[in-house]
């Protein structure tokens, strides 16, 4: 099965786009073809849009619908171009994971809601594909965090006898999971804030001309604040045991202002900027070290940063990037997506087991993630899946399917 894939993380800097060839081997072994990648940027006034809408920003049930539909169009945009450059023309399904607008976790960690938009009848309609989307209230409704869902794709690629292996996702938030031999439980939680107050800081001291920090040179030139990283790492968020996860509902744009408002007022330019850095990489190592790794593998625009990942490799054993192992630091969530679009076709969960008999998510139960659009059932299945469970991931590089379709 081909299948194509859409992410825009929180950062909203631009659609990741993936293709990928999946097949099931009857011994359980998943092959994952990597077809290509490429990003595909929002027209500027739509992602002004989707930024202002983002958290803590008051949004009416009218500009939601507004952006469902743009963001839905645009999405369909994107997978038209994309089948033709990434897959030859021949995707089978379109998986869309949306813009995330709102993740809702109660004060007590519970994970009540999770919003994408980005309709998928759009997608659908301007690709002539099926699409699945929807990817996280199935895993919240069974108890779950519904975030991160890294960790099935992290547990089948990763898993080694004798060896214990994190794999941290910096986007706009640092999630991580730990693995360790195959078919062991692993743990997966979001650590907290990855590149977006850093992002936002950069925003708001070049006043909207840039975006991040490009190649780290701000942070570099700074110095951290140590009684401000102190008051940053003093959230609550940190103390909670996994399961965990977060947003910019938390760290919004306007929480380091808040947060230092008392003892820091005036911090701002490259020191907050280094300050921001070591505070993600302060607390994805407070959470990783007790794990006692010997690999932390790295994906996401986190992965550019020269700064955060000198400091990482100071702070953890065994750095190294998602890259170094075959697949694409820019690309990795988008072909989880690719490959959770091709379990919810199969019928099978998209959930890693977890810890005391859950899943690694908090969820009592496994899942199928996602909904189809429209909603047949996929002719693919029957040929597709001919063993009941997946027992590893592995990854290759075949070439581009070049068939015509009927």
Same mark, same amino acid.
């Given at each position: ?31 994952? *073809? ?28 009218g500009e ?14 994107? +997978? ?38 980005? &309709? ?34 992290? +547990? ?65 030139? *700074? ?23 977060? *947003? ?17 007022? *005036?911090?701002a330019g ?20 007790p794990h ?104 290759? &590089? ?9």
């Amino acid at each position: 099965m081909i299948v194509l894939a859409l992410s825009s993380g929180t950062s909203v800097d631009a659609v990741d786009a993936a293709a990928a060839e999946l097949r099931l081997d009857a011994d359980g072994t998943l092959r994952l *073809g990597l077809l290509g990648q490429a990003e595909y940027g929002w027209p500027a006034e739509l992602h002004d849009r989707i930024q202002a809408a983002m958290p803590p920003a008051p949004v009416g049930a009218g500009e939601v619908a507004a952006l469902d539909t743009l963001i839905g169009r645009r999405l369909g945009e994107i +997978a038209r171009a994309a089948d033709i450059e990434l897959a030859g023309g021949v995707t089978d399904v379109v998986a869309s994971h949306g813009q995330t607008l709102f993740h809702w976790v109660g004060p007590d960690g519970t994970a009540l809601s999770s919003l994408q938009i980005g &309709h998928p009848a759009w997608i659908a309609e301007a690709s002539g594909r099926p699409v699945v989307s929807d990817f996280r209230v199935a895993d919240i409704a069974a108890g779950g965090q519904g975030a991160p869902l890294a960790a099935l794709l992290d +547990a089948w690629w990763l898993a080694e006898p004798g060896r214990s292996s994190v794999a941290l996702n910096i986007g706009g938030i640092a999630n991580v999971t730990v693995v360790c031999g195959p078919g062991e439980p692993v743990t997966a939680w979001d650590t907290g804030p990855g590149n977006c107050l850093l992002d936002a800081a950069v925003r708001e001291l070049t006043a909207g001309r840039l975006t991040y920090d490009r190649d780290g040179a701000l942070a570099a030139a *700074g110095t951290v604040d140590l009684v401000a990283l102190d008051l940053l790492r003093a959230d609550p968020y940190y103390a909670r045991r996994p399961p965990r996860s977060s *947003g910019r509902e938390h760290f919004d744009a306007g929480y380091v202002r808040r947060t230092l408002a008392g003892a820091r007022p *005036g911090l701002a330019g490259p020191d907050l900027l280094a300050t921001l850095v070591e505070l993600t990489a302060r607390t994805v190592a407070d959470d990783v070290r007790p794990h006692a790794p010997s690999r932390v593998v790295v994906s996401g625009g986190g992965a550019h940063h020269p700064v955060l990942m000198r400091r990482l490799a100071e702070l953890l054993p065994g750095v190294t990037t998602s890259d170094a192992l075959g697949l694409p630091v820019d690309a990795k969530e988008a072909y989880l997506f690719a490959l959770l679009g091709f379990l919810a076709v199969a019928g099978l969960p998209g959930t890693a087991p977890g810890p005391d008999g859950r899943r690694a998510t908090g969820a009592r139960r496994a899942a199928v993630l996602g909904s189809l659009t429209p909603p047949a059932p996929h002719p693919l299945r029957a040929d597709d899946v001919r063993a009941d469970a997946v027992r590893r991931l592995v990854l290759h &590089h075949p070439d581009r399917p070049t068939r015509s379709r009927p």
